[in-house]
Nanobody, 122 residues
Framework: QLQLVESGGGLVQPGGSLRLSCAAS????????IGWFRQAPGKEREGVSC????????NYADSVKGRFTISRDNAKNTVYLQMNSLKPEDTAIYYC???????????????WGQGTQVTVSS
């Protein structure tokens, strides 16, 4: 069974950092583009970032450029989202998702994790 599991969320003060992880089980991530998405209460889901299967292509939403970095370690079957300079507006449930297609934040993704909560508050 194909499964993605996010971890690393939590409560952090504004200006702080968190690193989210997306681990796969039941399949290898080597051939998949991985995207990170987030959804805040009362808002639509928003694409945050994606990384191609090789890691050679990455894309970011304007709202996180320069603050978030996506990376992958195919040997560990894991994708990471390093989040720095966090702001209260980054508060949301963060999801990772997989697709065999190109790295586009706006495209349809086929497999989704259950999400991890990130709260930025003093």
């Amino acid at each position: 069974q194909l499964q993605l599991v996010e971890s690393g969320g939590g409560l952090v003060q504004p200006g702080g950092s968190l690193r989210l992880s997306c681990a796969a089980s039941g399949f290898t991530l080597d051939y998949y583009t991985i995207g990170w998405f987030r959804q805040a209460p009362g808002k639509e889901r928003e694409g945050v970032s994606c990384i191609s299967s090789s890691g050679g292509t990455t894309n970011y939403a304007d709202s996180v450029k320069g603050r978030f970095t996506i990376s992958r370690d195919n040997a560990k079957n894991t994708v990471y989202l390093q989040m720095n300079s966090l702001k209260p507006e980054d508060t949301a449930i963060y999801y990772c998702a997989a697709t065999r297609g190109l790295c586009r934040i706006s495209r349809r993704y086929d497999y989704w994790g259950q999400g991890t909560q990130v709260t930025v508050s003093s």
